[in-house]
Each structure stands twice: as C-alpha cells, then as structure tokens.
C-alpha cells in the first residue's frame, strides 16, 4: 500500500510527463475540489438561523430514540 509520500511522489512525476489535456482535467479536479470546501452564504445564514432557534428553545426537538422509533413505525422496519 502507497503511503502518501509516494502517492505525492507519483503524481509530482505523472504532471511533469503528463500533456495539456491530462493537466487540464487535474487542474478542474482541484478546483472542484476547492469549490466544494466552503458553504455558500445561504447556508451558512440558514446554520445561523437554526443554531439561534436551538438556542433559544432547546427543548424543543426529538431525541434519537425518539427519531429512531418515528422511522421504525413510518416504513415498517
């Protein structure tokens, strides 16, 4: 099993060979990548808007179990 040293090692020589096409999908791979890391201000105000409500009513909500047993008894299982 490759460690990630030699994972880094064969792309590192891959790119250096690689044509522009090869190094073009890589490229859109990372960027893909980065795009996907951070949350859109949307979410991120909507995360806010139920952390204040969790906040300010914090027993207003299900446990697990009682989560669990809704499912359990809504799809038979």
Same mark, same amino acid.
């Given at each position: 099993? /490759? +460690? $990630?040293?030699?994972?880094?090692?064969?792309?590192?020589?891959?790119?250096?060979? *690689? /044509?522009?096409?090869?190094?073009? $999908? $890589?490229? *859109?791979?990372?960027? *893909?990548? +980065?795009?996907?890391?951070?949350?859109?201000? *949307?979410?991120? /105000? %909507?995360? #806010?808007?139920?952390?204040?409500?969790?906040?300010?009513?914090?027993? /207003?909500?299900? +446990?697990? #179990?009682?989560?669990?047993?809704?499912?359990?008894? %809504?799809?038979?299982?």
């Amino acid at each position: 099993m /490759d +460690t $990630i040293v030699d994972l880094k090692n064969k792309i590192r020589s891959y790119i250096e060979n *690689a /044509d522009e096409r090869i190094l073009k $999908i $890589i490229n *859109a791979i990372i960027e *893909a990548e +980065t795009d996907e890391q951070g949350l859109s201000q *949307a979410h991120k /105000d %909507q995360l #806010e808007q139920r952390l204040k409500y969790h906040k300010e009513n914090p027993s /207003d909500g299900k +446990t697990w #179990e009682e989560i669990k047993s809704s499912l359990k008894k %809504q799809y038979g299982l």
